[in-house]
């Protein structure tokens, strides 16, 4: 059964039939011409690389932090590990993914397309069996008028439209105009990569040709349109591509004149190196994690990743939390929450510096600190240091101590 069919089974859907072809054309993402004249699409940015790099590294850094239950009674939280959304989260999320791997593919969708989507599979009791992804190219998203809740269209290969409600579809979106559906990045920003795709093409169109621009072939004699169209043709397969670097012989009076490369077109190295500027402004990534480093040094390089962390992958961390624990999540006391520690910590010296003083004042036992540094727990590892130690004797008088001389 494939995830549609298992959406389509579930309570709550119902399947209507696409009755034009305009109507499915809504639900698919289609090309936009930038002003650089290139088409920009999903597909075509991705090929980009600094574009691909960045969706990649959103999306493996936010799939590799633990993402944890946790239930809390008063002041004291501990992990839920006993609920079923437990084990969709931390082991498999279907039948075949990972929880690494949906975790991957969503955050893909998040950052690339403005929404990620993934049916929500309950048991008769309510509890989630399963979490199924479903592409944003096929998911439109209404909002009804009368009880402003969210049905969400999800187009079918057989040429239907399921009617998904709100209750059964989990949606996590970047910033939405709208209020309930994100708009993607890649179209916000697709004239900046239209830039960099078009940089591309004539770079690789100028190598293609041995970085050699092309010329004129010219002669006294005068030629039909037919005979130019064969020359034309003849010179290219003969001298271009592979070929660009080889001896022309000419006859019949034929002159070539080859056209100079002036020093603007020889800089667009200059231009793809700013377009990499301008795709790590769009998604807010240090130019270093993006192979620039021009900027970068061994006394910066250390800030700019934490500047990554709080800055870049927080709001990110953030909305997938907060969609978890409003759409997922229907126990009272219980929440989801990234473990982002190990992503913050500096050089060694740093940290065990830092642990030093966390446990002197007591912040911190020194089980917790093991834990932290993935090492086993030790016996009477979890006391902490006493009270007193901290700010003196307890019940400590100001008052000069007397003695029976006294």
């Known amino acids: 059964m494939t995830i549609l069919d298992r959406v389509r089974a579930a309570f709550g859907v119902r399947a209507n ?14 090309e936009r ?11 075509t940015a991705m090929m980009v690389a600094a574009v691909g790099a960045s969706v990649r590294i959103l999306s493996e850094s936010v799939a590799q932090l633990p993402l944890i239950l946790y239930r809390k009674d008063g ?12 084990k969709v989260l931390h082991g498999k999320a279907n039948g075949w993914q990972s929880s690494f791997e949906f975790v991957l593919f969503m955050v893909s969708h998040l950052v690339a397309l403005g929404n990620c989507y993934a049916f929500v599979n309950r048991l008769k009791n309510g509890q989630i069996y399963e979490l199924l992804p479903i592409h944003p190219d096929r998911v439109e998203v209404k909002q ?48 900046s990569i239209g830039l960099a795709l078009a940089s591309e093409r004539w770079g690789a169109q100028l190598f293609g040709n041995g970085a050699r621009p092309s010329g004129i072939l010219s002669t ?21 591509g592979k070929n660009a670097l080889g001896t022309a012989v000419l006859d019949g009076g034929m002159k070539f004149s080859p056209l100079v490369m002036n020093n603007t077109d020889a800089q667009f ?26 900027k970068a040094s061994f006394s910066n390089i250390e800030h700019q990743s934490l500047e990554f962390v709080k800055y870049t992958l927080m709001p990110w961390l953030r909305r997938i939390e907060s969609a978890i624990n409003t759409q997922l999540i229907d126990t009272d006391g219980v929440y989801a929450e990234f473990l982002v520690d190990g992503l913050l ?29 993935n090492l086993n727990p030790r016996e009477g590892g979890d006391e902490f240091i006493p009270a007193e130690n901290i700010f003196g004797k307890q019940g400590a008088s100001d008052e000069p101590e007397t003695t029976a001389s006294d």
Not at 17 to 30: G, P, V, Y
Not at 34 to 43: E, L, N, T
Not at 284 to 292: G, K, Q, V, Y
Not at 345 to 366: F, N, T
């Open 220 to 240: 006294d004699g005068k030629l039909g349109a037919e005979q130019m169209k064969l020359i034309a043709e003849s010179w290219k397969s003969a001298h271009g």
């Open 345 to 373: 910590r500096g050089d060694v010296k740093a940290r065990y510096e830092a642990y030093q003083i966390a446990i002197s004042i007591g912040v911190m036992s020194p089980n917790e600190v093991r834990a932290l540094e």
């Open 33 to 43: 011409p930038g002003i650089a004249g290139v088409d920009v699409s999903p597909k």
């Open 269 to 294: 190295l200059e231009t793809r190196k700013f377009q990499v500027n301008e795709i790590a402004r769009i998604y807010r990534i240090p130019p270093h994690m993006l192979a620039d480093l021009d």
């Open 144 to 191: 009804d008028p009368n009880t402003f809740k969210l049905i969400y269209r999800v187009a079918v290969r057989d040429g239907q439209i399921l009617e998904v409600p709100q209750s059964s579809m989990f949606h996590v979106r970047d910033f939405t105009e709208n209020g309930f559906e994100g708009v993607s990045r890649l179209k916000q920003g697709a004239d």
């Open 17 to 30: 039939t696409i009755t034009t072809s305009q109507e499915l054309e809504k639900l698919l993402l289609s």
């Open 75 to 86: 002041q004291k939280r501990e992990r839920a590990d006993d609920l079923a959304l437990w």
